[in-house]
């Protein structure tokens, strides 16, 4: 299944994929905080570029993947490049491209060593509301088969033609609303599943990890990394 | 339409995402009063929907096509509580998985889209009730709140944009915004043959002038001030042509004079937090006051 890719790939057996999610998350805001003190300061935004780039190679990663999907935000932050360079700020335009690929380079390394159940668990344990996490964790799970389905749906689509003419518009429509009707009987029929195995309204984690001291001096390491960058732009 | 990490300015990003915290919080805990909480995979599934629906392009003419952002379709089928928690759940798992949108953006984006954009579709439907015009509307102001808040969001950031530019953005959005409509006009049509209790009618209509008038409101107050002029009034223009003006001082300073927050310093950023804010406290003054006079009707025996 297309769902068990992103999973797959986040390795099991390096030193940023055993810490606490609730450590990684921390150090992740801190430093994209840092990150957004220093928007205009060339030596700390390139600093916390190369910052995930190391820990992904001491951690195994792939590099060329991350940077692949880091590289996601360059079309969005392609166009606003061009218009500061086009109005001289030659200096603007490459500022903002640096910072917005630091900012996906660090979030890219913190998806890859972090699985999603762990992060909600991390953001449960922050007091984040349930409700909304047991919608997202929903949500992720069944978003693969319903892609499938989607997929399907435009594959038959495709083999009568696809959605040409003056028709196109509506059989779009209709195939949508045929999707959401699936999408209801699906629901419901998970709800009867999951009451009939003991759902309370709070999906469980099988395998927690515990807060250990290598988390304690992450969280440290990473404050005061940041917390230096911070001060030494400002002062 | 999703802001990446990066193009907010601290003080953006900071005050969205103090606003956005508290606010998901308080319509989590009504979503889940409100909604039975053993429905969690309904919200689930149709969020996966959602995702999955973004799949299905529309053919729009030209040899473009367009695809369903999905906001307003959602209020159409769960209600406001409920769509505003899959939305967000949607934007979580879009800047944490997808990398569409950024983490400490995410107030924003979630401000942006699950907030203003479903409870602006939420107004359309207590305004004009359960009709085809609603399912347009709704969908076209839904997407066009949400695009002219994150525009408003990434000038008031300082990220440069020509003049020129900036309108065209504005006219690709209001298209935008008319696809979005027609989609989720065509794909509500569909469902109510399928099925029509797929559809919520948005409760007991009281009466739609209120709703208008908020909605109005709001649009105004979040996005006016992008073409909002910057001459004097009518009575301020006589004032400095006479020589008066030079005279006027204020008897008491407050935080908001002159329609704008003081202890802001970025322009654009000091005008929308004082019309909101202003927004806010009319709104407090006025229910006050009606919650008062209720009470004192209430308390005076009729005579027969």
């Keep these: 299944m297309a769902g068990a890719f992103l999973d797959a790939s986040v390795p099991t057996d390096n030193f940023l994929r055993r810490r606490d999610a609730r450590a990684k998350l921390i150090a992740l805001l801190a430093v994209l905080i840092a990150l957004s003190l220093s928007r205009a300061h060339l030596g700390a935004l390139l600093l916390l570029l190369v910052l995930p780039l190391v820990c992904a190679l001491a951690a195994r990663l792939p590099v060329?993947?991350?940077?692949?999907?880091?590289?996601?935000?360059?079309?969005?932050?392609?166009?606003?490049?061009?218009?500061?360079?086009?109005?001289?700020?030659?200096?603007?335009?490459?500022?903002?491209?640096?910072?917005?690929?630091?900012?996906g380079c660090n979030a890219v390394l913190f998806v890859a060593v972090t699985p999603i159940s762990e992060l909600l668990r991390a953001l449960e344990q922050f007091h984040a509301p349930r409700f909304l996490l047991t919608v997202t964790q929903l949500l992720y799970r069944y978003?693969?088969?319903?892609?499938?389905?989607?997929?399907?749906?435009?594959?038959?689509?495709?083999?009568?033609?696809?959605?040409?003419?003056?028709?196109?518009?509506?059989?779009?429509?209709?195939?949508?609303?045929?999707?959401?009707?699936?999408?209801?009987?699906?629901?419901?029929?998970?709800?009867?599943?999951?009451?009939?195995?003991?759902?309370?309204?709070?999906?469980?984690?099988?395998?927690p990890h515990s807060f250990r001291i290598a988390d304690a001096i992450l969280i440290a390491i990473s404050l005061t990394l940041s917390g230096g960058i911070a001060f030494a732009v400002r002062y | 339409m999703h802001i990446p990490d990066g193009f907010l300015s601290t003080p953006v990003w900071g005050?969205?995402?103090?606003?956005?915290?508290?606010?998901?919080?308080?319509?989590?805990?009504?979503?889940?009063?409100?909604?039975?909480?053993?429905?969690?995979?309904?919200?689930?599934?149709?969020?996966?929907?959602?995702?999955?629906?973004?799949?299905?392009?529309?053919?729009?003419?030209?040899?473009?096509?367009?695809?369903?952002?999905?906001?307003?379709?959602?209020?159409?089928?769960?209600?406001?509580?409920?769509?505003?928690?899959?939305?967000?759940?949607?934007?979580?798992?879009?800047?944490?998985?997808?990398?569409?949108?950024?983490?400490?953006?995410?107030?924003?984006?979630?401000?942006?889209?699950?907030?203003?954009?479903?409870?602006?579709?939420?107004?359309?439907?207590?305004?004009?009730?359960p009709r085809r015009l609603t399912y347009f509307v709704g969908g076209a102001v839904s997407l066009l709140v949400s695009a002219m808040l994150?525009?408003?969001?990434?000038?008031?950031?300082?990220?440069?944009?020509?003049?020129?530019?900036?309108?065209?953005?504005?006219?690709?959005?209001?298209?935008?915004?008319?696809?979005?409509?027609?989609?989720?006009?065509?794909?509500?049509?569909?469902?109510?043959?399928?099925?029509?209790?797929?559809?919520?009618?948005?409760?007991r209509r009281s009466s739609s002038l209120i709703p208008a008038v908020a909605?109005?409101?709001?649009?105004?107050?979040?996005?006016?001030?992008?073409?909002?002029?910057?001459?004097?009034?009518?009575?301020?223009s006589l004032a400095a042509r006479v020589g008066l003006a030079t005279h006027a001082q204020a008897t008491l300073s407050t935080p908001l004079a002159d329609y704008k927050a003081g202890f802001i310093n970025q322009p654009w950023l000091s005008r929308a937090f004082a019309g909101i804010g202003g927004l806010c406290l009319v709104y407090i003054v006025c229910w006050a006051i009606s919650r008062f006079a209720l009470r004192r009707n209430a308390g005076t025996p009729r005579s027969a």
């Design chain 1, 143 to 207: 978003l693969f088969v319903l892609m499938e389905d989607a997929q399907q749906a435009r594959t038959a689509a495709r083999s009568r033609g696809g959605f040409k003419g003056s028709f196109g518009f509506r059989g779009a429509a209709g195939a949508l609303a045929v999707l959401f009707a699936r999408s209801h009987m699906r629901a419901d029929q998970i709800n009867q599943a999951m009451i009939s195995r003991g759902y309370n309204g709070g999906l469980p984690v099988l395998h």
């Design chain 2, 15 to 129: 005050t969205l995402d103090a606003v956005a915290i508290p606010t998901v919080a308080w319509i989590s805990r009504s979503a889940q009063n409100s909604f039975d909480q053993h429905r969690a995979p309904l919200l689930g599934v149709l969020g996966a929907f959602v995702f999955a629906a973004q799949m299905i392009n529309f053919p729009v003419g030209i040899g473009t096509s367009g695809h369903l952002v999905g906001g307003a379709l959602l209020m159409f089928t769960l209600g406001p509580g409920a769509a505003s928690i899959v939305m967000t759940a949607i934007l979580i798992l879009q800047s944490l998985v997808f990398q569409d949108g950024g983490v400490l953006a995410l107030g924003a984006n979630v401000c942006n889209m699950a907030i203003a954009g479903v409870f602006a579709a939420y107004l359309v439907q207590r305004t004009f009730g």
């Design chain 2, 215 to 236: 909605l109005t409101s709001f649009v105004l107050v979040t996005v006016g001030f992008l073409i909002a002029s910057s001459q004097p009034d009518g009575i301020w």
């Design chain 1, 64 to 103: 060329l993947n991350l940077l692949r999907r880091a590289a996601l935000v360059l079309p969005f932050c392609a166009i606003f490049a061009i218009f500061a360079w086009l109005d001289h700020d030659r200096n603007g335009a490459a500022l903002l491209v640096i910072r917005a690929c630091a900012a």
């Design chain 2, 150 to 203: 994150a525009l408003s969001e990434l000038l008031l950031s300082g990220v440069r944009m020509p003049r020129s530019v900036l309108w065209a953005s504005v006219a690709l959005f209001v298209v935008s915004a008319l696809v979005e409509g027609a989609i989720t006009l065509v794909v509500m049509e569909s469902l109510e043959k399928i099925n029509p209790g797929f559809v919520r009618d948005g409760g």
